[in-house]
């Protein structure tokens, strides 16, 4: 035990460290992409699509083999889409220098690439994911970081490898693509959070996503989908069957956009269903949704891993359900959507649940529930040729994407639709997630503006009298209280107090004085050379000094005068000292 503990701690260290050696690269690569021309982002994003393409195949085999989830036949497709549909989209795209100019406002966009960007991808769909998150990231200028599924190391490595050589040929610097060959919760966490990284592109399950979100860096997440198909008596109904299926055994499900319930109108059910039988669908009884539920509901409410990505063939056979030849869906009637209806969750395999409606508004409630039990801002679909009963859909259901007359699986993700075409699906506010938008190099760009004055900023007369100097202090008015008089309050006061003066009365001015205390010239502090000091007074007519050193003060000392100062004398520090400790100087009245 202690030895296999041992273990797991050295593969964390060493996932760690790997996380860290791979930051740093790309931090490094990316002040290099930064500088390129958008003809030489273009040369590396075309040649990376180019050197990919011829082995979509090749890499779907191999994530089949390694994950276990899916179909090859459509795993060849989704890469095709990343290396094709996405780069058509992308090629045309500026994303260096200028990007816009808008006349009308006089604003000018310049792109900044966003940094440095860890990107998790999924098992589920680890080839395409991973073409899909290179591409976006090296058009937008911003080297990137992989961080693959542990059980998806190797296909995605694999094709990680390809688009890294491409690149290097076309010019990236070294270090613009990396990715982790050791990967433990560890060291994804720690690329997530390393210093050098400026953005994280997650894919995968909800505490993957909160990760990302707790890592302390801007990151686009991705929640679970549990997609509901609605299906109103205006419907194609066999189109709508034919969708829904097609959307749901897609790559055996577990693209996160795939139809999870079906919610039919009563007036067409029987109808419905039996579009769905022809076509593969199998409806199951109480017992039957019992067992499966068993199997595939984890206690977390979570698919059981070991189904997921599975045909409906080998679900049922490892569930113990016969079911005819050619089954494709397996179909569970629900009453309710809940912790008490288990096969109402996002179920990621070829397994639909199936509710009855009286009509378009209660298929409108059943379609939220649907959504707060899991799917939350991610995707839905109506089956319906009544437009006014679409656009209520679209005004008041809590998805994102909600695709019209199409499989959810390929409407979302733009394959059949105008959507932009994108592996990474935000669901905005609803899902806890920051955009609700289809992820595309826009997103791992910042834009900086030029804004050119429209209007002259208006100038108040208010705003004018705040921003002129205040004036210099005027010289104090003369007045306040005579010396006498001051100096015959304060004797009343002391008397109040007890206190009385310990000589003769010393000499006050009269009554008739009216300088008034401290405002004009004083008279010589200590008398004419009288008591208080040993040393004489200022002279007559005397000037305050301009400037006055330690010498001044101690050639003063000697010859036994002091030294008179006004307001605008410059002191040293030095003089001041030596000057206060021996009472020299002379302080004179306020300067004309």
């Not at 996503?209 to 990151?219: D, E, I, L, Q």
């Not at 009453?335 to 288990?342: L, Q, T, Y």
Request: aromatic share 6%; proline share 6%; glycine share 8%.
């Amino acid at each position: 035990m202690a030895a296999v503990e041992q273990a797991a701690s050295d593969k964390d260290l060493k996932s760690i460290s790997e996380a860290r050696a791979l930051a740093r690269a790309a931090r490094q690569a990316h002040t290099q992409l930064a500088e390129l021309s958008q003809e030489q982002i273009d040369a590396i994003v075309t040649a990376m699509a180019a050197a990919v393409t011829p082995h979509a195949e090749a890499l779907a085999r191999l994530a089949v083999e390694e994950t276990g989830y899916g179909v090859v036949a459509d795993k060849i497709q989704k890469n095709l889409f990343a290396s094709c549909q996405v780069y058509e989209f992308i090629r045309p795209m500026k994303t260096v220098g200028v990007v816009n100019r808008i006349e009308s406002k006089k604003i000018i966009e310049i792109a900044e690439p966003f940094g440095v960007v860890a990107a998790i991808v999924p098992s589920t769909n680890p080839t395409s994911t991973a073409i899909y998150k290179v591409l976006i990231a090296l058009k937008a200028r911003c080297a990137i970081v992989i961080s693959p599924h542990p059980s998806a190391v190797r296909c995605i490595t694999r094709a990680v490898e390809i688009l890294a050589e491409a690149a290097s040929r076309a010019g990236a610097p070294a270090g613009s693509i990396g990715w982790m060959t050791t990967v433990t919760l560890e060291g994804t966490q720690e690329l997530m959070k390393h210093r050098d990284v400026a953005v994280i592109l997650a894919t995968g399950g909800m505490g993957l996503v909160r990760a990302a979100y707790s890592a302390g860096k801007p990151a686009y997440g991705v929640g679970p989908g549990n997609a509901p198909c609605y299906v109103d008596s205006t419907a194609d109904l066999k189109k709508a069957a034919s969708d829904i299926i097609t959307g749901k055994t897609f790559d055996n499900g577990v693209l996160c956009s795939s139809p999870n319930s079906v919610v039919a109108d009563e007036a067409i059910d029987g109808e419905l269903r039996r579009e769905f039988e022809a076509r593969g669908g199998y409806f199951m009884n109480q017992a039957e949704m019992d067992a499966l539920a068993k199997v595939l509901v984890t206690p977390q409410r979570l698919p059981n891993p070991a189904l997921v990505g599975k045909s409906a063939a080998f679900i049922a056979e490892k569930v113990g359900l016969k079911v005819p030849s050619g089954t494709r869906v397996l179909i569970a009637p629900l009453a309710g959507v809940g912790r008490d209806f288990p096969l109402s969750i996002e179920k990621l395999a070829p397994i639909l649940s199936w509710y009855v409606v009286k009509d378009w508004r209660e298929g409108c409630e059943r379609c939220v529930q649907i959504l707060r039990y899991g799917g939350m801002g991610h995707t839905m679909s109506i089956h319906s040729k009544n437009d006014d009963v679409i656009l209520q859909f679209g005004l008041k259901k809590p998805a994102f994407r909600i695709c019209v007359n199409t499989p959810t699986t390929h409407g979302s993700i733009g394959l059949t639709t105008g959507l932009d075409p994108a592996m990474t699906l935000g669901c905005g506010g609803w899902g806890g997630n920051i955009t609700s938008d289809n992820i595309t190099p826009r997103h791992l760009l910042n834009i900086k503006r030029l804004a050119y004055e429209l209007r002259p900023a208006v100038v108040t007369a208010e705003a004018v009298g705040r921003t002129t100097l205040p004036k210099a202090p005027a010289k104090p008015v003369e007045g306040g209280i005579p010396a006498a008089a001051l100096a015959s309050r304060i004797d009343q006061f002391l008397a109040s107090k007890g206190y009385k003066p310990d000589g003769p009365d010393k000499a006050r001015p009269t009554e008739s004085t009216t300088e008034p205390v401290g405002r004009a010239a004083p008279k010589p502090l200590f008398g004419e050379g009288g008591s208080g000091s040993a040393y004489g007074s200022v002279q007559p007519n005397q000037s305050p000094a301009d400037f006055i050193c330690e010498d001044d003060v101690r050639t003063a000392l000697k010859n036994g005068r002091k030294l008179l100062i006004g307001d605008k004398t410059i002191v040293t520090p030095a003089a001041r000292d030596l000057g206060d400790a021996e009472k020299v100087f002379v302080i004179a009245g306020w300067s004309s």
